[in-house]
């Protein structure tokens, strides 16, 4: 059975602090892995890696992939109160690409 | 680009009534769509994907002829919920792929049975 596994499972920081969220993984066929960020809604695309060692950078979002120790990481720097959500990993596998999800962090930003 | 749209946002419903949500693809065409429900403060659980012109592929546990899924054209996948009880209630959130790998959400439809 595919497995991810997100750490911490959630996480109160104040503003301008530096987090890292951890997303580990056991699936197989591995295709890619997804990184979204949850507010009230549905969940909305931040990064796709496919490849490891290759830094995805958006603002002051940034995410790399280890397919060796079958892990990436989700760094937000200089973090503000509009950070605060729950931040979903997933894995794509297979040939139809399904997303299998982990529980997500709920990162909380504090004033 | 890549926007999914999902109707109704909310729909309140009595036990035993059937409950129809649409998702689209806005600005591009989806061959593979993705049903998913959320229960409160869990993750997304994939229920079925949807394919065009096809039958759709359930996951293990996901009644068949509970959860209709329609996919008659590249931008539109329907779900609908039979008989609807109170245990269904639900956040349901599709997701339609656009490549082949990123899946783009709807909003979700809040589903409350009565």
């Known amino acids: 059975e595919d497995k991810v596994v997100q750490s911490p499972l959630s996480l109160v920081v104040h503003e301008g602090d530096t987090v890292t969220l951890n997303c580990s993984y056991e699936?197989?066929?591995?295709?890619?892995l997804l990184w979204y960020k949850q507010e009230k809604k549905a969940p909305t695309f931040l990064f796709m890696l496919?490849?490891?060692?290759i830094e995805k950078k958006s603002g002051r979002l940034s995410s790399i992939l280890d397919k060796k120790e079958l892990f990436s990481i989700l760094n937000i720097t200089a973090t503000q109160t509009g950070d605060s959500a729950v931040y979903l990993c997933?894995?794509?596998?297979?040939?139809?690409?399904?997303?299998?999800f982990g529980t997500g962090t709920r990162l909380q930003v504090t004033l | 680009g890549a926007v999914v749209s999902q109707h109704p946002s909310r729909v309140i419903c009595k036990s035993g009534t059937s409950v129809k949500i649409e998702c689209r693809s806005l600005?591009?065409?989806?061959?593979?769509m993705f049903w998913y429900r959320q229960f409160p403060k869990q993750s997304l659980m994939l229920m079925a994907t949807?394919?065009?012109?096809?039958?759709?592929?359930?996951e293990q546990g996901v009644e068949k002829d509970k959860f209709l899924i329609n996919h008659a054209s590249l931008t539109l996948s329907t779900l609908t919920v039979t008989s609807a009880h109170p245990e269904d209630s639900s956040f349901y959130i599709c997701?339609?792929?656009?490549?082949?790998?990123?899946?783009?959400f709807g909003p979700g439809t809040r589903l409350l049975v009565l």
């Open positions: 699936v197989t066929n591995f295709r890619s």
């Open positions: 997933a894995v794509g596998t297979g040939t139809a690409s399904k997303l299998t």
């Open positions: 600005d591009f065409q989806a061959t593979t």
């Open positions: 997701s339609a792929r656009e490549g082949k790998e990123t899946q783009y």
């Open positions: 949807s394919n065009e012109g096809s039958k759709a592929t359930y």
């Open positions: 496919t490849s490891s060692g």
